[in-house]
């Protein structure tokens, strides 16, 4: 029988999103003994990142995984987690987090912020077919804006590459344009971190209240870490697995997914697929949805175009002519993550009415700007961002505290409610937050 495998540090992170690696970088860099453990494995610089057939590998269930009612979720396995296949998009924590929640991270992401240089891409570099949206959607009286990205393109000129982001740019960032998570798990290794992957988290075990290890396999070896304090940052799906698996039955029940689709429309001139993605936005926050320039990559166009019938997916063949705009819901509470496995996340009536509403304004926008009106359609919905699995005010206090003595989570599990807007920001801002809080109080 194979020996079981010990490990033990201060801190204990599972996970290296961009929860985990900020954690990972803030507490390391304070000289904590830090131990991430990662399900993943890195793949920067590997020949098939930013590939179909590397999506497919660091894709949870090789990007087939799938809510009760058909919804596909895209969920990166992999050091970086949900950075590593992103839009590299930026926005400020929204304003109710702290006005209703009273969790105040805006000094956190600021800082945050000014250190990855966040801001929108030169204009030459935003896209003649997205600018067209974003102009025609100005006309008709919406606020599109200039999208902030943790995107910049003299990174790539820096690596000897060049930069040429497109829509396939979601499957991996291959000219090194865009800020990964892992940059920041780097820098916490380079100050004494260690990282573990292919660490798969079957529970935290609770002695007295408290934390007193967490448990899984390596690569199929049984392990038991121990830590005096555990931040879990596994996502919205992982984090409430291991805490259900842990004891805490409240956990998974209800969530949020800034439930996504792209409405498409065939143009006379070139569309938004070979443009970088997600250049311009604009947010209706009274009716709860999002727009912004968005195409599926190229080969993913037809799988999703098929669902909508054979005249949609023929326009596969049009795809450099298709002009595309996403619609990201501000999804209500529903659904969860059940024990057995299953995932559920049902539209309610409310979400139905944000979702029939927005296609309405895309579709004048789309024709506004161009497009064919009878070419327009929506393809099938789909799942962006698991979230609201581990509530704040719930689940976890406003730091992010368990009822389980020093245990915390970091990641979007703990969102109150959907954002309905890019996530990584909010969640660096509840990182450097939380580190801050661990070494004010000598909790590590």
């Known amino acids: ?72 979720i895209i ?21 109710w987090l702290k006005s209703k929640y009273g969790v105040d991270i805006e000094r956190h992401a600021r800082a945050a912020a000014d250190e990855l240089q966040i801001r929108e891409l030169p204009e030459h570099l935003r896209g003649t077919a997205s600018t067209r949206i974003a102009s025609a959607g100005q006309a008709l009286g919406y606020g599109w804006y200039p999208q902030p990205k943790f995107m910049q ?9 060049r930069f040429n982001c497109q ?42 209240g408290s934390v007193d290890a967490v448990e ?24 409430p697995r291991i805490l259900q698996n842990s004891g805490l039955n409240g956990a998974g029940v209800g969530m949020t997914m800034d439930t996504t689709v792209m409405v498409y429309g065939k143009s006379s001139e070139p569309g938004t697929g070979k443009e970088p993605p997600m250049t311009w936005s604009w947010e209706n926050e009274d009716a709860g949805y999002m727009l912004s320039t968005l195409t599926d990559p190229w080969l993913m166009y037809p799988l999703a175009a098929i ?24 999804d209500d509470i529903s659904g969860g993550i059940y024990p057995d496995g299953r995932i559920r996340k049902p539209l309610t009536a ?21 497009a064919a009106r009878s070419s327009i359609f929506m393809r099938p919905l789909i799942g962006t961002h698991p979230s609201g699995t581990v509530r ?23 969102f109150p409610e959907a954002l309905d807007r890019p996530t990584v920001l909010t969640i660096i801002g509840l990182g450097r937050r939380l580190a801050e809080h661990l070494t004010t109080h000598n909790i590590v």
């Not at 344009?177 to 660490?199: F, L, M, S, T």
Request: proline share 3%; aromatic share 6%; charged share 25%.
């Open 392 to 414: 704040i005010g719930e689940m976890v206090d406003t730091n992010l505290k368990t009822e389980v003595g020093r245990l915390y989570v970091c990641d979007a599990s703990v």
């Open 167 to 208: 829509a396939n740019c979601m499957l991996g960032c291959r000219c090194g344009a865009k800020w990964n998570a892992a940059e920041w798990v780097d820098q916490a290794v380079a100050a004494g971190a260690r990282i573990q992957e292919g660490a798969r988290i079957t529970r935290v075990r609770i002695d007295g």
């Open 75 to 95: 969920a990166p396995v992999m050091v970086g987690g949900a950075t590593g296949m992103y839009c590299g998009c930026a926005a400020d924590p929204p304003r």
């Open 216 to 239: 899984g396999t390596i690569r199929g070896a049984a392990f038991r870490a121990r830590a005096n304090t555990v931040i879990l940052s596994a996502g919205g799906i992982g984090t």
């Open 350 to 370: 409310a979400d139905k009415d944000r979702l029939s509403e927005a296609f309405a304004v895309c579709r004048r926008i789309l024709v506004e700007a161009g």
């Open 1 to 72: 029988m194979a020996k079981k495998i010990d490990l033990s540090a201060d801190v204990i992170i599972v996970g290296s999103g961009p929860g985990g690696a900020t954690v990972a970088r803030e507490l390391s860099q304070n000289g904590k003994n830090v131990l991430i453990l990662e399900r993943g494995y890195d793949h920067r610089n590997r020949w098939y990142y930013g590939t179909y057939p590397g999506a497919v590998r660091y894709s949870d269930r090789m990007s087939l995984l799938f809510t009760q009612e058909g919804l596909n």
């Open 153 to 161: 393109p003299d990174r790539s000129r820096e690596k000897g590459k």
């Open 307 to 330: 669902k909508k019938g054979i005249a949609p997916a023929l326009r596969w063949l049009q795809w450099n002519k298709m002009l595309g705009v996403m619609i990201k819901l501000k």
